[in-house]
């Protein structure tokens, strides 16, 4: 069992957990994941850590309430337990002074990319950073972002605050010269950064959250088009070379399920699952 | 003297075991065979002919005293034959339901000869389902040795090597995982062959031999083996951590939606209870036409699952012929008792798909056999020109695994195959001192008991390598 030792709304929907489990925190590296099933009728869901405190023995990972499980994590509280993390899975991220370092976060994936942010900057790079969502009321982490990094902005699909769209970062790739771009956020996301960054041979790292089962190498589910090649996100990745992902495979991959995950959603909230007694 | 002697009449048929009935059983994920009951057993028991070199004895992995253990069922005496099998073999309930008998202890059955051989499987389960339903006891565990073993993997083999060393007195550590105990026992073979309370069972057994079971640690991310034996306090290692990576075909579109691995397929069902959702989160979707492609068990598995699921047609496409099939003849038999069809001499040439991404056609060429190749079966071989299409809107690739590669990668130093699997001794022990393998990891796909034979052998080394260290 893992206890919840905090919980925080980031933004609507948008919750963050710090979870107790000290061996997970001991060898945690920014870029890896965990897994987590709530309890024995469970599902098991990958995410990403956003944080990790060596000292106090936690963890800490974001999420955002669009199914079943997120929904009815969100309603747990502090002092409440998770019946099993696993973790750390997947490859850290290779984190070295690259030199000048753009990083787009977008989504739920602003977390990561915070942790992320720190790592780069410890090791000396200059980071100009960019986080995005789809309106203004979903950003978060604004502040922390704008404190450790040398540039930074806000971009929305809608404008509602920011750049609307991430157009504009062609503009300040061409002035500004990058040695390496990391995108974490929504697939589509990703793959527009890619096109964009491709045309200026800027190194492009992705990571990529496709469906999972085990997440360590047994199911295949994860698996993905990466330079041609079968390659599978829990074992071989989360970070690839986003130049040579095929994002269209993978969003038709991320799809599958979505049928059933509609009906487990729907049903446990007709059932009153979400506490509202059905209504 | 022997000729005044009346000879006893030797019964030729085995008893037969009672099943579900096909038509029933292909819509339920209930267990397909019954059971003896304790008539049945001592009626079976009986035709052993209690041979004095006995052939069945080699034939077995862990060297079960076959001839003591069913003399005991004969006697009644129930309690006693489980004990005596459970001198070689803590899993008794799982073996006798998953074993290949036919090509183990009962193939050189001397009563083989001119009938049927003496059912060593479905003995050993009746014995131990016996003493599961009564309350299993524990048996007397040597003094404690004060030496600490870690078990990577809580399969047959794991298991196997943890309650060996836990009676010999070891203070034993399993490193699991997934979230349940089991290995392949959980997430591979469903509960119509294999009942997932026995598993459990089995698993409490070995914990109160006073083996403790730390769930979802991946070792190789959380701790790795040389850290486990420096910092953690561990004397040796056991890595037990069996088939990994799904193996593909490698042919277009085998991305598209509604192709699974096996592993796939049988890790939502087994170990995540898909067929119960939603009332299980983990979905599973399943068409009309469902193709298998492979001829092993885990394709037997993963079909007649897919009927369980409410397919309305199941086809196994396997690209050499009946003979050369390696699943056993009885799950063979049970598959097409459930109407699962076998498409022989066919091979997928590649996959299309809907505008949805879903798969909707499949494209196979036939084949024919040429020589044997180096297993020596003979070599399925594509014949020019005989491309067909198959409409399916459900495939299962069981065409074989990889090893999981995260313990080779993070441990420096451990020998490797070109394979990716651990180079072991005879004895199992690895390239690095106290570390010890056994089972898939080593071999490559095998059987649950050859697993376990290789958990047991590893044991014994382990324990003689602990006793002998300063």
């Known amino acids: 069992m893992y206890k919840i030792v905090a919980k925080k709304e980031l933004a609507p929907k948008i919750k963050l957990f710090e979870v107790y489990a000290p061996e997970i925190a001991e060898k945690a590296k920014p870029g890896q994941f965990i897994i987590l099933i709530i309890d024995e009728k469970g599902e098991r869901i990958p995410l990403t850590i956003a944080g990790y405190d060596r000292k106090k023995g936690t963890v800490t990972f974001v999420f955002n309430e669009v199914g079943k499980t997120t929904k009815q994590l969100g309603l747990l509280k502090e002092g409440d337990s998770i019946t099993n993390i696993t973790g750390p899975l997947g490859n850290p991220s290779e984190i070295k002074n690259f030199g000048n370092v753009l990083c787009i976060g977008g989504g739920v994936m602003i977390a990561p990319m915070l942790l992320q942010v720190k790592a780069l900057r410890e090791v000396g790079n200059a980071v100009t950073t960019v986080i995005g969502a789809r309106i203004k009321d979903l950003l978060f982490f604004e502040e922390e972002m704008k404190a450790l990094s040398h540039k930074f902005y806000v971009a929305t699909d809608d404008g509602s605050k920011g750049y609307k769209g991430l157009g504009f970062l062609k503009e300040f790739i061409e002035k500004d010269r990058f040695d390496r771009c990391i995108a974490m956020g929504p697939v589509v996301m990703m793959k527009t950064v890619c096109e964009i960054t491709k045309p200026f041979g800027i190194p492009t790292i992705v990571t990529l959250t496709p469906i999972m089962v085990d997440g360590m190498g047994m199911c295949g589910v994860c698996r993905v088009t990466v330079g041609g090649q079968m390659k599978f996100a829990c074992v071989d990745g989360p970070e690839f070379d986003g130049h040579l992902v095929d994002f269209d495979g993978l969003i038709n991959r991320q799809r599958m399920f979505l049928p059933e995950e509609r009906l487990s959603s729907l049903l446990w909230e007709k059932l009153g699952g979400c506490g509202c007694g059905g209504k | ?470």
């Open chain 2, 1 to 470: 003297m022997a000729e005044n002697k009346p000879t006893p009449k030797v019964k030729k048929k085995a008893v037969p075991m009672p099943k579900q009935k096909p038509e029933v059983r292909r819509r339920n994920f209930n267990e397909v065979a019954l059971g003896y009951t304790e008539e049945q057993a001592i009626e079976e028991a009986s035709r052993c002919l209690q041979c004095p070199k006995p052939q069945c004895v080699p034939g077995c992995p862990v060297e079960i005293d076959i001839p003591a253990f069913i003399k005991l069922i004969r006697e009644g005496k129930f309690d006693e034959a489980v004990k005596k099998i459970k001198e070689k073999n803590s899993l008794p309930a799982i073996c006798g339901r998953v074993c290949p008998q036919e090509e183990q202890c009962q193939m050189n059955c001397v009563l083989g000869k001119a009938g049927d051989p003496i059912n060593i499987g479905r003995l050993e389960r009746f014995v131990a389902d016996w003493e599961r339903q009564k309350g299993v006891t524990i048996p007397e565990k040597a003094p404690a040795t004060g030496k600490k073993v870690a078990i990577i993997g809580a399969g047959p083999a794991g298991l196997t090597a943890a309650a060996d060393l836990a009676k010999l007195g070891h203070e034993v550590v399993i490193f699991e995982a997934l979230h349940l105990p089991g290995g392949v026992l959980v997430y591979g073979i469903p509960e119509f062959r294999l009942p997932k309370s026995i598993v459990q069972a089995e698993v409490d057994y070995i914990k109160k031999l006073g083996v403790e079971l730390r769930l979802g640690y991946l070792i190789g991310r959380i701790h790795t083996i040389p850290e486990l034996l420096k910092e953690e306090g561990f004397d040796a290692v056991f890595i037990g951590t069996g088939a990994g990576l799904p193996q593909f075909l490698g042919v277009p579109g085998e991305n598209l939606g509604g192709i699974y691995s096996a592993n796939e397929f049988l890790i939502r069902v087994n170990l995540m209870k898909s067929y119960a959702f939603p009332e299980y989160d983990t979905p599973i979707r399943i068409g009309r036409h469902v193709v298998v492609i492979g001829g092993g068990n885990v394709a037997m598995d993963s079909a007649r699952s897919a009927l369980r699921l409410g397919a309305e047609e199941v086809c196994i496409v396997y690209r050499r012929s009946r003979e050369e099939m390696p699943a056993r003849k009885e799950e063979i038999e049970n598959a097409e008792e459930e109407g699962i069809i076998c498409k022989f001499l066919a091979n997928p040439t590649r996959f299309i798909g809907d505008e949805k991404g879903w798969v909707k056609q499949m494209e196979c060429i036939c084949m024919e056999l040429g020589p044997p190749d180096e297993s020596g079966r003979r070599r399925p071989v594509p014949v020019k020109g005989s491309e067909f299409i198959m409409n399916v809107d459900t495939v299962i690739v069981a065409i074989g695994r990889t090893p999981n590669p995260i313990i080779q990668r993070t441990t420096e130093g451990l020998a490797v195959t070109k394979w990716g699997t651990i180079v072991v001794d005879e004895n199992g022990r690895a390239s690095l001192e106290g570390v010890y393998a056994g089972g898939d990891i080593v071999t490559g796909e095998a059987t649950v008991i050859s697993a376990m034979g290789a958990g047991k052998k590893a044991a014994k080394a382990i324990h003689q390598y602990l006793m002998n260290k300063k």
